[in-house]
Each structure stands twice: as structure tokens, then as C-alpha cells.
């Protein structure tokens, strides 16, 4: 009888791994990945405790520990309990990946709050279809504006650090657009130092992926 590959994933894989796009710390990761992915979609999951079958091809661990940086491995552990007990799932059970998917967007908010933001992967996830789609549904507001801004910030690097979120924004034109945001007294303004910086819609569209949801036109005019 031929044996069949159980994918076994500790917790924060579980969550993480729906935004995976063909990025990773090399080729041999990548690859084992796609392998892994590739079995989820027909095997069921063992969730287990600490190293996984996606850890064991890992370039940053050492001595069975994560050393991508200091307190990595800690701050792993924590993500991995937090994940469990988000997706209500136990060490040592076994799963379908439809099964989590279909947890997923019940959690998501918590989570895209309490890691995804200070995760140095953010800026491939906020690329990620699915990744985009949670951030546009379950996301309130204020977190849909910050999602956006990180999205427009790592897409122009040559800018990035010139690149700030202010809130809040004194809302002076606010009887302008109120029909339009009817949700907001204040708003968020994307500030980049670089006056005279302009992007068509067209150009907009073409590096980001989708158009904006409000074009605030000023009554000023820029020359």
C-alpha cells in the first residue's frame, strides 16, 4: 500500500501560508513550499508543536532553533499559540486546508493587527489576492486605509522613506466629500515629500494592481 504524504504544519504556517507567492529565503525553500502547498490542496494537515516540514528547509534555523533574528524564536512560539487558539485548533490534530480557509476570515482581523504589520513579510502578502480581498472585508475602516498605504508605499521604493500616514488629518473640505465617505469626520492623508510628484489613474492602476476607491480633487491648482 503506498504511504501518503501528511503535510505537518505548526501554527502560524497555518495561517501564513495562504499568501504564499513564489517568495522565500532561497530556491530550496521556495521549492519545498510549493511542494508542501502542493499537497495540502489534496491531503489533510497534522498540526503540530515547534519544527515543521516548512522549518526543516529553512536557512535560518540552527540547532533546531529559528535564528532569522535575535528573539525569533520566542516571538515564533507566541505566534504559533495565538494562531491555534484563534483557528480553534488543537497540537495533534489533523485538518483539511478547506477547513481552515474557512476560519480564516473570522480571524483575521486580530491577526493582520497583532503580526501582520510588523512582519518583514508584509510587503509580499499585501500583493497576494486573497491577502487583499481579507484586508477589503473584514478590515474597519482605519485598518483598510493603513493596508492601502502600505500597498502604495512598497510599491514605489525609490520614495519609500519619503513616505508618511497622518492621522488625523484636519478635515477642512470635509461638506466636499461627505457623500461619498460618509464614515469619516477626520481622513487619512497619504503625505509624500516630493512636491510635484504626480501618478496618472492610469499609471495607478497598472503598478498597484486596482484603482483607488476616492480621488479627492484639490481646488488648488498645481503648477
Known amino acids: 500500500m503506498k504511504e501518503v504524504f501528511m503535510p505537518s504544519l505548526r501554527g502560524h504556517h497555518l495561517i501564513c501560508l495562504n499568501f504564499f507567492q513564489g517568495e522565500g529565503y532561497d530556491e530550496i525553500f521556495i521549492k519545498n513550499l510549493e511542494e508542501i502547498l502542493s499537497k495540502m490542496e489534496k491531503e489533510y494537515i497534522k498540526v503540530i508543536e515547534g519544527l515543521d516540514d516548512i522549518c526543516r528547509s529553512c536557512p535560518n534555523l540552527k540547532a533546531g532553533r529559528c535564528e532569522y533574528k535575535e528573539g525569533a524564536e520566542e516571538k515564533i512560539r507566541e505566534q504559533d499559540k495565538t494562531a491555534l487558539e484563534l483557528l480553534n485548533i488543537k ?33 509580499v502578502c499585501l500583493n497576494h489576492q486573497y491577502f487583499q480581498s481579507l484586508t477589503q472585508t473584514f478590515l474597519s475602516p482605519d485598518k483598510k486605509l ?20 497622518l492621522k488625523p488629518y484636519a478635515n477642512l473640505h470635509y461638506n466636499e466629500i461627505e457623500d461619498k465617505v460618509p464614515f469619516l469626520n477626520i481622513y487619512y492623508q497619504l503625505h509624500l515629500y516630493s512636491p510635484g510628484w504626480i501618478i496618472k489613474t492610469e499609471d495607478f492602476e497598472r503598478i498597484l494592481g486596482f484603482n483607488p476607491d476616492l480621488i479627492y480633487k484639490s481646488s488648488e491648482i498645481v503648477i
Open 146 to 165: 493603513l493596508s492601502l498605504f502600505l500597498r502604495v508605499r512598497e510599491s514605489f521604493p525609490e520614495v519609500k522613506e519619503a513616505v508618511s500616514l
Open 91 to 123: 497540537e495533534g490534530e489533523i485538518i483539511p486546508l478547506k477547513e481552515i480557509k474557512e476560519r480564516l476570515p473570522k480571524i483575521f482581523s486580530q491577526w493582520y493587527e497583532n503580526y501582520c504589520l510588523s512582519c518583514d513579510w508584509l510587503r
